[in-house]
C-alpha cells in the first residue's frame, strides 16, 4: 500500500530576474523570458555559484493553462567543481600522473525543486535540510549563466529579494544617521506609487543604476517617508539592489542594517503534489502584474 502524503511546510527564496533591451532600457515579455530560460537549460550551462560550487538547470517542464505557460518547474542541481588535474595519492604519498576522473564527473552533489515565473519574472527554489544554499549563491549562479544566453541587444541582471521588515527596522529607528540606497533596472511591478515615481524617473534618465548616499544634519536624523527620492529609492531596493543604514536604537548604540544580509524567506503549506502550485499562487499575488 502507497505511503500516504502528508501536508507539510515548504520555504523558499526568491529572486527577481531583470530582462531589458540594451539599447532603449525597455523591459521585455514573457515570450522573452520563455526563450531565455528555455535556452538556459538547452545550452546545459553551468556556472560557479561560490568559490568551489556550481549549478546547472537539471531539468525544466513547463506547466500549462491551456497553451499558456504559467510557469517553469525542475530541479536545481549544484556540486563541486573541481579541475581535473593532478590527484595526490595518499596512500603512495605522491602524485599520481596517470589517474583522473571520467569527464563531466563532480561530486557532492545537491538538488532541489525550483520555479521560474515568466509573467512576474521570478526565480523560486526551495530551502531546506538538503539544500540550504545562500540566495546569493544562486543570484551569482543565474547572472552569469543568463549572460551566456541572452540576445546581443540585451541585458540581464538578478537580485535577491529582501524582508521588507529590514526596511521598517530602519524606518521605525529613534535616529537614522546615514543611509546608502543602491538600486538597479526594475522591472514593472504592482508597486507604491512613490516607488514608482523613482523607478520610472531613473528610467526616464536613461539610468541602469543609480547610487544615493545620505548624512544627516547634526543632531537631527533622516526623515526618510519625506523625500519622494530617498523614500522610493528604498522600497525599490528590496526587489532591485540593497540599502545599508547607521541607526541608533533606544539606548543610544549606533547598529548598521542591510537588507542584503535579511533575504526574503517565504513559505507555503500543503500536499508535497500541490507544492509548485501553492508557490505559483503565492508568488502571482505577492508580485502582481
Not at 173 to 198: C, G, M
Request: glycine share 4%; aromatic share 12%; net charge positive.
Amino acid at each position: 500500500m502507497a505511503k500516504k502524503e502528508k501536508e507539510k511546510f515548504f520555504n523558499f527564496f526568491i529572486l527577481n530576474v531583470k530582462l531589458k533591451n540594451r539599447h532603449t532600457n525597455k523591459h521585455l515579455n514573457e515570450d522573452d523570458y520563455i526563450r531565455l530560460f528555455k535556452d538556459l537549460f538547452k545550452a546545459k550551462i553551468h556556472k560557479a555559484s561560490s568559490n568551489q560550487k556550481h549549478c546547472i538547470i537539471q531539468n525544466l517542464f513547463p506547466q500549462k493553462d491551456g497553451g499558456y505557460i504559467k510557469y517553469f518547474q525542475g530541479v536545481l542541481a549544484q556540486f563541486t567543481f573541481h579541475e581535473n588535474e593532478k590527484w595526490f595519492n595518499l596512500e603512495q604519498l605522491d602524485v599520481d600522473e596517470n589517474f583522473s576522473i571520467p569527464d563531466n564527473y563532480f561530486p557532492d552533489a545537491k538538488r532541489t525543486h525550483f520555479l521560474f515565473i515568466p509573467k512576474t519574472h521570478r526565480f523560486v527554489y526551495i530551502s531546506n535540510s538538503e539544500f540550504s544554499a545562500n540566495p546569493y549563491t544562486i543570484k551569482r549562479y543565474l547572472n552569469s549563466a543568463l549572460d551566456e544566453v541572452i540576445k546581443n541587444n540585451e541585458l540581464v541582471d538578478v537580485d535577491v529579494e529582501s524582508d521588507a521588515s529590514t526596511l521598517d527596522k530602519i524606518l521605525k529607528a529613534p535616529v537614522i544617521r546615514k543611509l546608502t540606497i543602491e538600486v538597479n533596472y526594475s522591472n514593472p511591478d504592482n508597486t507604491s506609487d512613490i516607488q514608482k515615481f523613482f523607478d520610472e524617473d531613473i528610467k526616464d534618465a536613461n539610468v541602469g543604476r543609480a547610487k544615493i548616499e545620505a548624512t544627516r544634519k547634526d543632531g537631527s536624523s533622516i526623515d526618510l517617508k519625506s523625500s519622494k527620492i530617498l523614500f522610493g529609492a528604498a522600497q525599490s531596493s528590496l526587489s532591485n539592489g540593497e540599502t545599508l543604514a547607521k541607526i541608533e536604537d533606544n539606548d543610544g548604540r549606533v547598529i548598521d542594517l542591510n537588507t542584503q544580509k535579511f533575504p526574503l524567506k517565504e513559505k507555503v503549506f500543503g500536499l508535497p503534489a500541490r507544492m509548485s502550485e501553492l508557490i505559483y499562487e503565492k508568488i502571482a499575488n505577492l508580485f502582481k502584474r
